[in-house]
Structures are given as structure tokens and as C-alpha cells.
């Protein structure tokens, strides 16, 4: 890997994430356009999907970034460290959304109300 930034790698990355980014896209897309659903509902699934969106278009310049600083400041080291911060980064962003989905998926919001509580 060269010290020089490594733009053919992202671009792999970022074109092996296509599928998900026009569905991510789509779906943002869909959250702010269908007024029918609780606006909660939205505003959570709409949360997720950017989340998600974000993390997929970041995630490959930071993974390229720190693999090279870490081979250039640990030439004989693997970089580890690094890629295991980073990929804890990136689960952590996958969590958040997945809780985003999910509260939208079972919260309350969309029922009717029912009489006097």
C-alpha cells in the first residue's frame, strides 16, 4: 500500500456499497415524502437510513486512512489497533440505526387513540 492516498480503493469500497446507497437514498427519500406515517416514525426511520447512509460513504476514507498511517507509523505492525477502532465505530453507527429501526418498528405511535386514559 503506498503512503499516497489510495482514491481506487474508496472508490471500490463506495461502488461495492451501491446497492445499499440507492435503497438508503430511496428510503430517505420515501421518509420525507409519505406524510401518512407518525411523524416520530419518520423522523427515526429517516435517522437510521442517513446514519447508515453516512457511515457507508465515511467509513471507506477512514478505513484507506488509518490502514496507511498505520502502516507508515508501525511499518512492521499489521494496524490492528486501528482497524478494530474503526470497525467498532462502524457497529456502533449500525447499532444506533438498528434501535432507531426497531423503535419505529414498535413503538405506539401509529395506533389510533383509544378513549379516555
Known amino acids: 500500500m503506498s503512503s499516497t ?4 480503493m474508496v472508490l471500490t469500497r463506495l461502488v461495492g456499497s451501491a ?3 440507492a435503497v438508503a437514498f430511496a428510503g430517505i427519500v420515501l421518509c420525507l415524502a409519505r406524510e401518512s ?4 416514525v419518520r423522523i ?6 442517513a446514519l447508515q447512509l453516512l457511515s457507508h460513504l465515511v467509513l ?8 496507511q498511517l498505520m502502516n ?13 477502532a474503526i470497525s467498532l465505530v462502524a457497529t456502533s453507527v449500525s447499532a444506533t440505526a438498528l434501535g432507531l429501526l426497531l423503535f419505529a418498528a414498535f413503538s405506539r405511535d ?4 383509544t378513549g379516555d386514559r
Open 19 to 21: 446497492p445499499f446507497l
Open 5 to 8: 492516498f489510495d482514491l481506487q
Open 37 to 40: 406515517r407518525p411523524v416520530r
Open 72 to 84: 507508515a507509523q508501525f511499518s512492521g505492525s499489521d494496524g490492528r489497533a486501528g482497524m478494530i
Open 44 to 49: 427515526a426511520v429517516g435517522c437510521a437510513l
Open 110 to 113: 401509529d395506533l389510533p387513540p
Open 60 to 67: 471507506p476514507f477512514l478505513y484507506t486512512h488509518v490502514a
